[in-house]
C-alpha cells in the first residue's frame, strides 16, 4: 500500500470508561445470542444482529461459551487487559532525522525492524541447513530461538464481536490526551497511533509528541477501523476480520482462538490450490516466493481423528497442535451388556522463529496427517 493509500482513523471520544466499554460489549453480545440469565443454557439461539449466525452450525455455541465465560472471568480479564495496553514511545526513541516527515519515520524504522528481522532468520537458517527443521516433539534443529518482540500481541488479539463476528482489537494508553490529540492510520502492514499535546504553562509553551506502531495482519478489514477513546485513556482499536470460515474457527479453553483443518476438496485440488504434501514429518522454514519465509508443518495425527478433533493454536512461539476423540463401546457377556466410554488424547508443540498470525494459516486433514502451511509475520 503506498502511501496515498493511507487511511486516516477519525478517534471518538465515548462517555464511558473501559470497563463500561466491556460490560457494554457483553449487552451487545447478549441480544446477538439472544441470552438472558433466567433461559436456561439450552434456549439461546442467534437473534437481533446475531442471526446471521444461523448459517454456521459451531461457531454460535462457541460464540456462547466466549460469552460466559468472559462473563465470568471479567474482574480477571480486566486487569489483564489494563496491563496489556500498548504504551506510546517519546518521538525522538523513533531516531527522525531533522526535517523528516513522521511517517516516512515510521515507514524507516518499520523497514529496519524487517531488516533485523530478515537477518535473524537467515543466521538461523545457517545454523540449521537449507531449511529449518523441527521435530514432531518440537524441538527445533539447532535451536534457534526469537523473543515475541513486535508480533507477540497477536496471541490476543483476536476476540468476538457485539454481533457474533470475529473482531480484530488492539488497545493503547493514552491517558493524558483528548481525542483531538491524537491520529490514526493503516497503511500497508503498519496500525500507527500518533499523540501531540502542546500546552501553555506560565508563559512557556509545553510540547509532548508519542508515537507507537504495531504489525497489522493481512487478514483485517481496513476499511470498517473503528477508534474509541474511553473516558479512562484507553484507546481501542478494532476492525472485522476479512470473510472467515466461522466452522473452522474455535476457542480452547482459555479462549485463545484455534483453527480446525479442513478436508481436502475435489475443488481445490483441480484448481491447484491443495496443499502439497513433502512427506517430510515436523516443521520447516523456506522462502514464500514473495520475499518473505513460511511455514510448511506436516503431522501424523492417526485415522481415527476428524478436522473437528484437531485444534491449532498459534502461540507467540510455537504452534500446539492438540487432538480429542470420544468414543462409546458396548459388548456383550455371559453376564450382560457392558457399555462405556473412552477419550483419546494428545497434544503436539512445534517451536518458531516467529510468530504467525492465526487468521492467515491454511491447514487440512488428509488420509490422518495434519498439513499446514502459514507465512512468518513480516513487517
Not at 153 to 162: H, I, K, Q, R
Request: aromatic share 8%.
Amino acid at each position: 500500500m503506498s502511501s496515498a493509500q493511507r487511511r486516516s482513523l477519525p478517534v471518538k471520544k465515548r462517555d464511558h470508561t473501559f470497563e463500561q466499554y466491556r460490560r457494554n460489549l457483553f449487552s451487545d453480545l447478549e441480544k446477538s445470542c439472544g441470552w438472558t440469565p433466567t433461559l436456561p443454557a439450552a434456549v439461546p439461539r442467534p437473534s437481533g444482529p446475531g442471526l446471521w449466525m444461523t448459517e454456521y452450525t459451531t461457531w454460535f455455541p462457541q460464540v456462547h461459551r466466549w460469552l460466559e465465560e468472559s462473563q465470568r472471568e471479567f474482574s480477571r480479564d480486566l486487569a489483564l487487559l489494563h496491563d496489556g495496553l500498548f504504551e506510546l514511545e517519546p518521538l525522538e526513541s523513533f531516531g527522525f532525522a531533522p526535517g523528516q516527515s513522521f511517517f516516512e519515520g515510521i515507514r524507516k524504522r518499520m523497514h529496519r525492524l524487517s531488516e533485523d528481522l530478515d537477518q535473524y532468520l537467515g543466521e538461523a537458517q545457517e545454523r540449521s541447513g537449507e531449511v529449518m527443521q523441527v521435530d514432531d516433539a518440537g524441538a527445533v534443529v539447532g535451536q534457534p530461538t526469537a523473543a515475541a518482540g513486535e508480533f507477540g500481541f497477536l496471541t490476543d488479539a483476536y476476540e468476538v464481536g457485539p454481533d457474533g463476528r470475529l473482531m480484530f482489537k488492539a488497545r493503547f494508553n493514552t491517558k493524558g490526551f483528548d481525542a483531538g490529540d491524537i491520529s490514526v492510520s493503516t497503511e500497508d502492514k503498519k496500525l500507527v497511533v500518533h499523540a501531540k499535546k502542546t500546552e501553555n504553562k506560565d508563559g512557556a509553551i509545553c510540547s509532548r509528541e508519542y508515537c507507537r506502531s504495531i504489525f497489522l495482519p493481512e487478514a483485517v478489514e481496513r476499511k470498517d477501523f473503528q477508534a474509541n477513546l474511553t473516558t479512562d485513556g484507553v484507546l481501542i482499536l478494532e476492525a472485522p476480520v476479512k470473510q472467515p470460515d466461522y466452522n473452522a474457527i474455535t476457542f480452547d479453553a482459555n479462549r485463545k482462538l484455534c483453527i480446525h483443518p479442513k478436508s481436502p476438496s475435489p475443488e481445490s485440488g483441480a484448481a491447484g490450490k491443495e496443499l502439497v504434501v513433502t512427506g517430510k514429518s515436523g516443521l520447516t522454514v523456506a522462502e514464500d516466493g514473495k520475499g518473505g519465509k513460511k511455514v510448511h508443518l506436516e503431522v501424523e495425527v492417526g485415522p481415527q481423528y476428524s478436522p473437528n478433533d484437531i485444534s491449532v493454536r498459534m502461540d507467540a512461539n510455537k504452534i500446539v497442535v492438540t487432538g480429542s476423540k470420544d468414543s462409546s463401546y458396548s459388548h456383550s457377556t455371559t453376564a450382560g451388556t457392558v457399555e462405556g466410554s473412552e477419550s483419546e488424547q494428545f497434544s503436539k508443540a512445534f517451536s518458531l522463529p516467529q510468530t504467525i498470525d492465526s487468521c492467515s494459516v491454511d491447514a487440512i486433514l488428509k488420509d490422518g496427517k495434519l498439513i499446514l502451511e502459514a507465512p512468518l509475520c513480516r513487517l
